[in-house]
């Protein structure tokens, strides 16, 4: 018979520095993790709440020592729900994005899209059908999507006087807006007046978009007056550890 060769326990020693070590890893791999933002807007229609959007946007480790930032967000609007995820670099391009739609327990429209080297590849499923898409894109195109306004964060780390493409990504297609500063403006929020500079995002269809944010590029609040849609921050955001 072979021999037997007897396996010891772990002493208790091995095992607190096993657990030390992984303790270790967990804390470096959290703190490679920065909070950007976090918080809700209410979205209004004339006056009449219409909605309400929460979101958090963090900056973590991308590929070749880049930074990506991940902004999510859960925004319901009577019975549709829209769940968006979007990871992008710094300048606000995009890297990837998806989107689920659902109304009441059905979902709607999942959208999910990669971007690289000028194109789009976009795969679109709903109850009817399941279809590939592909479009071009200019460089340094930002993503916005319809009622979703976290996301005027990546317009605002490029604005100024400009003309910049941006993704309609559930349209399928690129459009330009232009950017125009309108200076500095107090906006209130949660009964606390904030500092703020504004610019206006006009689209090929005239629509103005006049957005509200902070020192930090964070969106305070976003008006579509064509639309008589406001959606104004809950709270004022706590200060972005790093959002450069």
């Known amino acids: 018979m072979p021999r037997r060769v007897p396996v010891?326990?772990?002493?208790?020693?091995?095992?607190?520095?096993?657990?030390?070590?992984?303790?270790?890893?967990?804390v470096r791999a959290a703190a490679q993790v920065t909070l950007v933002d976090e918080g809700s807007f209410t979205v209004t229609r004339n006056g009449v709440r219409i909605g309400r959007e929460e979101f958090s946007i963090r900056s973590a480790p991308g590929p070749n020592a880049t930074t990506i930032f991940v902004a999510q967000a859960s925004a319901v609007y009577d019975d549709r729900r829209l769940f968006p995820a979007l990871s992008a670099r710094p300048s606000g391009s995009p890297v990837s994005y998806q989107v689920e739609v659902r109304r009441g327990a059905e979902v709607e429209e999942r959208w999910g899209g990669?971007?690289?080297?000028?194109?789009?590849?976009?795969?679109?499923?709903?109850?009817?059908?399941?279809?590939?898409?592909?479009?071009?894109?200019?460089?340094?195109?930002v993503l916005l999507d319809d009622d979703i306004f976290h996301q005027y964060f990546f317009v605002?780390?490029?604005?100024?006087?400009?003309?910049?493409p941006v993704i309609a990504a559930r349209r399928n297609r690129q459009e330009l807006l232009r950017i125009v500063d309108r200076g500095s403006q107090t906006v209130d929020i949660g009964?606390?007046?904030?500092?703020?500079?504004?610019?206006?995002?006009?689209?090929?269809?005239?629509?103005e978009r006049q957005v509200w944010v902070d020192a930090d590029g964070l969106v305070l609040k976003v008006v579509v007056a064509a639309q008589g849609?406001?959606?104004?921050?809950?709270?004022?955001?706590?200060?972005?550890?790093?959002?450069?």
């Open 114 to 141: 990669s971007f690289g080297a000028g194109r789009v590849s976009a795969r679109i499923t709903t109850p009817r059908h399941d279809a590939v898409r592909e479009f071009l894109v200019a460089d340094g195109a």
């Open 191 to 207: 009964g606390q007046p904030l500092a703020a500079t504004t610019f206006l995002a006009t689209g090929a269809d005239g629509v």
């Open 229 to 244: 849609l406001v959606a104004l921050r809950d709270d004022p955001p706590k200060r972005a550890e790093n959002p450069r």
């Open 8 to 26: 010891r326990a772990p002493t208790l020693r091995a095992c607190l520095a096993a657990a030390a070590l992984l303790a270790a890893g967990a």
């Open 156 to 164: 605002a780390r490029r604005r100024g006087p400009r003309v910049l």
